[in-house]
């Protein structure tokens, strides 16, 4: 399925003392990505609570981080669904520093399709489905 990518500028408030990004800041990164993938495709985060009454929650994780972004770095990063089920989906996404195309961090995550009144899975509306899994 096709790749998604958006800039991310590192600010200061995002590195340690040595200007290096705070590891949990990658994570941010990469729900921005989430987000930004969803609203390409037509579909607001608050649009699919109200409308649908729906949630996408992190289910779980796995990242490598590979090298370190530094201040000021212009980043790409990346989201990809590389799987998904009825109630949920697998996001391979990366984060690469945009002058050399440099991974810098590689994660598979797992959204859930949550009914949002009752916190539990539920299936991904089939028009949902088919406008942010179907990109060939």
């Keep these: 399925m096709a790749e998604f ?8 408030e995002d590195t340690d003392s040595g200007g ?9 990164y990469m729900e921005r990505v989430r987000t ?17 009454g729906i949630i996408f929650a992190v289910h779980s994780l796995t990242v490598d981080f590979l090298k370190p972004a530094r201040f000021n ?5 990346t989201a990809r669904i590389s799987e998904h089920g009825r109630a949920s989906i697998v996001f391979a996404q990366a984060i690469l520093r945009d002058t050399q195309n440099t991974v810098l961090c590689r994660a598979q995550v ?25 990109d060939g």
């Design 36 to 52: 930004e993938f969803l609203r390409a495709r037509g579909f607001e985060q608050d649009e699919l609570l109200h409308r649908y």
């Design 110 to 134: 797992k959204v859930a399709c949550l009914d949002s009144a009752r916190f539990r899975p539920t299936p991904i509306p089939e028009n949902i489905l088919v406008e942010i899994a179907d």
């Design 20 to 28: 290096v990004v705070y590891h949990t800041n990658y994570l941010k």
């Design 5 to 12: 990518g958006w800039p991310v500028r590192v600010y200061y």
């Design 73 to 77: 770095d212009l980043l790409r990063v």
